[in-house]
Structure formats: structure tokens, C-alpha cells
């Protein structure tokens, strides 16, 4: 069964900083690929961006390109979204979602097959 744990969320100033990790556990970690979503209150999940199995390959959401990183370090079973110059329609509950069978892009979450359940980001203006 995989397992996927995100860390990382808390309160944050406009213009600021955070780093989300996501740890899975159950399966070879090389064979997802990774994306990250969020969800504010009363809206609907937002792909924000995705990442290769190999890592070599990033796609990101207009409105974070520049700003945000997704990164993944096979090794530690992690991949980490690096976010900067956060602003304040940035706060949601940002997750983690893995899929074994994408062969391209998705940024939809019925795509992905396994989630975690979630962190939450705060950003006070």
C-alpha cells in the first residue's frame, strides 16, 4: 500500500517562503510521478505542478512558473515543492498525489492514484 506524507506547511508572510516535502513509502519511488495540488476553502483542487519519474521533466501552472520548484530526491523517497514570493491567494491545503501508470503531463487529480492528506499553507498579507 503506498503511503504519501506531506510536511512542511504552516504561516508565511506575503513574499514569503516555504518548503513542502512529501515522503512515500509502499512502492519503488522511482516509478511515480509526482504532482503537487492545492485547495483553498470552497474551491475546487488545483494542479499546481508535476514532475517526471526521472526528475528531468517539470510542469507548472501559469500562475507559479517562476516562483515555484518541484524537485525530487529518489533517494530519500521525497519530493519537495520549494515555493517563494507566496501571496496571500496562495493559502490552501497543498497535496501531494503519485501516479505508476501516467506515461504523460496530467493535471488533473483523477489521474493521480494514491494522495496524501495534505498541508496546509497560510499566507497573511
Known amino acids: 500500500q503506498v503511503q504519501l506524507v506531506e510536511s512542511g506547511g504552516g504561516l508565511v508572510q506575503a513574499g514569503g517562503s516555504l518548503r513542502l516535502s512529501c515522503t512515500a513509502s509502499?512502492?519503488?519511488?522511482?516509478?511515480?510521478?509526482l504532482c503537487w495540488f492545492r485547495q483553498a476553502p470552497g474551491k475546487e483542487r488545483e494542479f499546481v505542478g508535476t514532475?517526471?519519474?526521472?526528475?528531468?521533466?517539470?510542469f507548472y501552472t501559469d500562475s507559479v512558473k517562476g516562483r515555484f520548484t518541484i524537485s525530487r530526491e529518489n533517494a530519500k523517497n521525497t519530493v519537495y515543492l520549494q515555493m517563494n514570493s507566496l501571496k496571500p491567494e496562495e493559502t490552501a491545503v497543498y497535496y501531494c498525489?503519485?501516479?505508476?501508470?501516467?506515461?504523460?503531463?496530467?493535471?488533473?487529480?483523477?489521474?493521480?492514484?494514491?494522495w496524501g492528506r495534505g498541508t496546509q499553507v497560510t499566507v497573511s498579507s
Open positions: 498525489a503519485a501516479s505508476t501508470t501516467l506515461s504523460a503531463i496530467a493535471t488533473t487529480p483523477r489521474r493521480y492514484d494514491y
Open positions: 509502499g512502492r519503488t519511488f522511482r516509478s511515480f510521478v
Open positions: 514532475i517526471s519519474r526521472s526528475g528531468t521533466t517539470t
